[in-house]
């Protein structure tokens, strides 16, 4: 039996491949262990952000020492930092043996097992080859079929309902690591959301780069209202979420499918605004100006009144002018988002920002950075110390970061909740009243339990 440890970096949707690859692992047979007792580590990384593939450079320089001693573990590179650098980290050390992009992942459980029963029978120790899965179509998709059964967390999962995007703004690597759009069809994915509510999960959250686009590839119609409608109505599942919308696509169906199953779908959107530029917003190519962004968040407020609002915010993109940040800081105040996704722009190779000349210096960044992070602490702590007393019903789903006898769950609207209890309230949802507000999360007090 081999064993292996599985590491993830990045977003949820490396997670759902992380869950689904333990899966299938486990299923041939396979036992995962600590990391220093592993034949095999899986690193599945993400690229997206600079700092998110330098952990993964800086963690594979630790397999030094015990690769020198006892040639372990293997160790395979997988998801789209794989896509991005996997050749280079391959080239540099030599434990890295297997390297896959994100659209191959149904390829990786059955090579992972070849290539250690090659290993046993003594057919490529010595002069081992590196195997290689790139992502060479951007189109073509290689799924890995069945359920995330073997998860990180017993009563979440996540189910993603399409890949790749289309959109090619300028920052972003996504396309170019993840492919072309496509969407996948909707009985696999209500399928796949049945079996994990048979499996014992409550709370599904529907995985997207943009999940508003869902179906734009069929020709029936069918879109992300209607899998919204289906899911809701079919799975027996009892809280849906979803990330990430773009604004652009944002359309009135979606909220009314929303509004139509309260009970289940959690009215908290994503809506990443990117800047509160025009000027920006055109050089992003986000196909939105802020005018329209105002509009989809109306449509929001509108139909969902209460309903947590997100964002993603990048400063510091080539260009940006001290006007423009300006804008940005102006459109935090007047939409007053829940939580706001900040970051100082970095450049990603291969993308458009990236060929700028006229990038920002690094200190401009980070002040601006730090400006919206003051701004939005201010008006996240307003907004939660404006919720003191509010009740929820919350699923509790694991044990808080933050210390013993702490437990956390999320509001409907996607605001984490801390309450003291013990560890038999875990799966099980509660009635919260609201003690106390703080930047970054409520603090609670369980009233009874509901179920
Ligand atoms: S919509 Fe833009 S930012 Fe989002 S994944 Fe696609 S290219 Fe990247």
Not at 191 to 208: N, P, Q, S, W
Not at 276 to 283: A, E, F, N, P, T
Request: aromatic share 8%.
């Amino acid at each position: 039996m081999h064993r292996f440890a599985l590491k993830i970096y990045g977003c949820q949707m490396n997670v759902y491949d992380g869950d689904k690859i333990r899966t299938a692992l486990v299923a041939r047979g396979w036992r995962e262990s600590p990391e220093d007792e592993a034949d095999l580590v899986i690193l599945n990384g993400c690229s997206i952000r600079d700092k998110a593939e330098q952990k993964v450079w800086s963690d594979l320089g630790r397999f030094a020492v015990r690769w020198k001693n006892e040639r372990k573990p293997i160790v395979a590179v997988t998801g789209c930092v794989a896509q991005s650098v996997g050749r280079r980290m391959a080239a540099r050390f030599p434990w890295v043996r297997f390297v896959s992009g994100p659209r191959h992942i149904g390829a990786v459980p059955d090579a992972l097992e070849q290539f250690f029963n090659e290993r046993d029978a003594g057919r490529t120790i010595g002069n081992e080859e590196t195997v290689f899965f790139l992502d060479d179509d951007p189109r073509a998709f290689l799924d890995l079929p069945g359920a995330p059964t073997e998860r990180v967390n017993r009563w979440k999962a996540f189910v993603t309902i399409a890949h790749g995007c289309d959109n090619f703004c300028s920052y972003c690597i996504v396309p170019y690591v993840r492919g072309r759009f496509v969407s996948r069809p909707a009985e696999d994915i209500l399928e796949e959301m049945r079996t994990l509510v048979a499996d014992g999960v409550l709370e599904i959250t529907l995985l997207g780069q943009n999940v508003n686009s869902y179906g734009s590839d069929f020709s029936d119609g069918y879109r992300f209202s209607s899998l919204l409608r289906d899911a809701a109505a079919s799975t027996g599942v009892r809280l849906l979420r979803f990330v990430t919308s773009h604004p652009r696509d944002f359309t009135p169906d979606i909220v009314e499918a929303m509004a139509e199953h309260t009970d289940i779908l959690c009215p908290s959107i994503n809506l990443p605004i990117q800047s509160g530029s025009d000027r920006i917003l055109k050089m992003m190519n986000r196909g939105y100006t802020l005018e329209q962004y105002r509009a989809a968040v109306s449509l929001i407020r509108n139909h969902l009144p209460g309903a947590g609002l997100t964002t993603d915010l990048i400063v510091g993109h080539p260009g940006e002018t001290d006007d423009d940040f300006q804008c940005s800081v102006n459109a935090l105040r007047e939409f007053r988002f829940d939580l706001v996704h900040s970051a100082a722009y970095s450049p990603r190779e291969g993308t458009s920002a990236a060929a700028r000349e006229d990038q920002i210096p690094r200190e401009v960044k980070m002040a601006r950075l730090n400006e919206i992070n003051r701004i939005q602490s201010l008006i996240a702590r307003e907004i939660n110390e404006s919720l003191v007393g509010s009740r929820f019903s919350v699923l509790l789903d694991d044990v808080a970061p933050r210390g013993e006898g702490i437990l956390q769950g999320r509001t409907p609207s996607d605001k984490v909740v801390l309450v003291e209890g013990g560890e038999e309230l875990l799966g099980r949802f509660v009635s919260v009243e609201i003690t106390c507000g703080e930047n970054w999360c409520l603090n609670g007090r369980v009233l009874h339990v509901e179920n």
